[in-house]
C-alpha cells in the first residue's frame, strides 16, 4: 500500500497528467460537481468492477447530472491498494475496495469487509445500520479524512482454488496461497506462505506458479477470471469471508462541501446498491457454478470438519488479537463480537434452522 505505480504510456499518460492537476479538487461547471471514483477492482470486471461503475451511474442519475461520477479501475490513475491513500490525501474524491485492504491502517477496518468466522452479509449489515457499526466506522475512517458507506456485499465466498486436494491440516504446510485480510494470518499460522495480490494480478501469478492456489470470490466472479485453466479443486465453505462488504468512501473535506440533498444521494444510492449487488452474486452464482462444473469438468470439494475446526480455534485468535491495537480497535472489535453472540443466537431459529428444515428430503414441486 505505499507503493504509488501509475500506468505508462501514450494513451494513459494524457490521463495522468489531466489527473495530477484536476484530481485535488472537484470541478464545478456550471453547477456540476465531478467526483473522481478509484476503485479496487479491475475494469468492468463482473460484480466488483461493475458494481462501482453501476452506483456511479445511479448516482449521476439521481442527481440528474449534478453530481458526475466518474470511474476510473486499479491502474489506471493509481494503484489497486493506493485507492485509500488517493481519497485521504484528496488526489481523488472516492473510492469503491474492500476495507480488509487497509488494515495496515488499522486492524479494525477488517471489520467493515470481512473476518474469519465472522458476520454473514445480512448480519453484517445490520451490525453496521443497526448495532453502532457505522458510528465506529466513521470515527475510525474520520481519522484519515474519509467518510465511508456500505455499498455491496458477494455474500458467503467459496474457500479458494488448488492444484491439489486438501485432505488434513498439514495438507495447508508450504503452500503458496493468495488471501488478504485476517483470513491470510490464519493460513499463516497454519504453515501456509500467504501472499496478498490484487485481482488483475492473480491469474498470472497462478499461471506462472508463483501461487499455487487462490480464494477471489465465487463462481460468478471466479468464472470470469478463469482459474479453472490452470487448477481444479474448488473448496467450500469459505470461512474467511463469510458476508464480504464493499465500501464507497468519500474525501471527509469532499464530502462536508455537499448540500444536504446531495449527501442524502449519494447515501440513498450506496445504500441501494449495497442491495443490489448482494443480490447480483446470489442470483449470479448458482449458474456460474453449473457452469464451472459441468462445462469445465471442476472438481468441487468440503473442507473437513477437522480443518474447519482447527481453521476456526485459529480465526479466533487472530481476531481477538486485533484488539490488542488498543483505542477504536478494541471498541471495534468489542461491539462486532457482541453483536456475532446475538446474531449466531438468532440465526440458529431462523435462517440456519430454515435451511436445515428446507434440506430434509421431502418430496416438493
Not at 497454519?190 to 465465487?218: C, H, K, R, Y
Not at 459441468?294 to 488479537?321: C, M, P, W, Y
Not at 491495537?325 to 440458529?348: M, N
Amino acid at each position: 500500500m505505499k507503493r504509488r505505480e501509475f500506468i505508462k504510456g501514450a494513451a494513459v499518460a494524457g490521463v495522468a497528467t489531466a489527473a495530477a492537476t484536476t484530481l485535488a479538487a472537484p470541478a464545478i461547471s456550471q453547477g456540476i460537481k465531478e467526483i473522481k471514483m478509484v476503485t479496487s477492482w479491475p475494469k468492468n470486471f463482473p460484480g466488483l468492477g461493475t458494481t462501482a461503475t453501476q452506483l456511479a451511474k445511479r448516482i449521476t442519475t439521481m442527481s440528474e447530472g449534478k453530481l458526475n461520477v466518474r470511474v476510473f479501475a486499479a491502474g489506471e490513475l493509481v494503484s489497486a491498494f493506493e485507492s485509500f491513500d488517493a481519497v485521504a490525501s484528496g488526489d481523488a474524491d472516492s473510492y469503491h475496495a474492500a476495507e480488509y485492504y487497509w488494515q495496515g491502517k488499522s486492524k479494525g477496518f477488517n471489520f467493515f469487509a470481512s473476518v474469519p468466522f465472522g458476520l454473514t452479509a445480512s448480519e453484517l449489515t445490520a451490525w453496521i445500520r443497526f448495532g453502532g457499526g457505522q458510528e465506529l466506522w466513521d470515527e475510525l475512517s474520520a481519522e484519515f479524512d474519509i467518510k465511508p458507506f456500505l455499498a455491496g456485499n458477494t455474500g458467503v465466498q467459496m474457500g479458494g482454488w488448488f492444484a491439489k486436494e486438501i485432505n488434513t491440516v498439514d495438507d495447508w504446510k508450504g503452500l503458496k496461497f493468495r488471501m488478504p485480510g485476517l483470513g491470510g494470518e490464519v493460513l499463516r499460522r497454519m504453515g501456509a506462505a500467504v501472499v496478498n495480490l490484487p485481482g488483475g494480478e492473480i491469474f498470472p501469478a497462478l499461471q506462472s506458479g508463483a501461487i499455487d492456489g487462490t480464494e477471489w470470490v465465487g463462481p460468478w466472479n471466479d468464472l470470469a477470471f478463469g482459474f479453472y485453466r490452470i487448477v481444479k479443486f474448488y473448496y467450500w465453505p469459505g470461512f474467511h469471508e463469510p458476508g464480504t462488504g464493499l465500501s464507497f468512501a468519500l474525501n471527509r473535506k469532499f464530502w462536508e462541501g455537499l448540500t444536504g440533498t446531495e449527501k442524502a444521494i449519494i447515501e440513498s444510492a450506496a445504500a441501494a446498491m449495497n442491495d443490489f449487488a448482494y443480490a447480483e452474486f446470489n442470483g449470479r452464482n448458482a449458474d456460474a457454478l453449473k457452469t464451472l462444473v459441468e462445462d469445465h469438468g471442476v472438481q468441487l470439494r468440503k473442507f473437513s470438519d477437522e480443518i474447519l475446526n482447527t481453521v476456526g480455534g485459529i480465526a479466533g485468535e487472530v481476531v481477538a488479537e486485533t484488539r490488542e491495537e488498543g483505542g477504536i480497535t478494541a471498541r471495534i472489535y468489542d461491539s462486532f463480537i457482541d453483536f456475532r453472540k446475538k446474531a449466531i443466537g438468532w440465526s440458529k431459529l431462523s435462517e440456519q434452522a430454515f435451511a436445515n428444515a428446507r434440506s430434509l428430503p421431502f418430496k416438493y414441486g
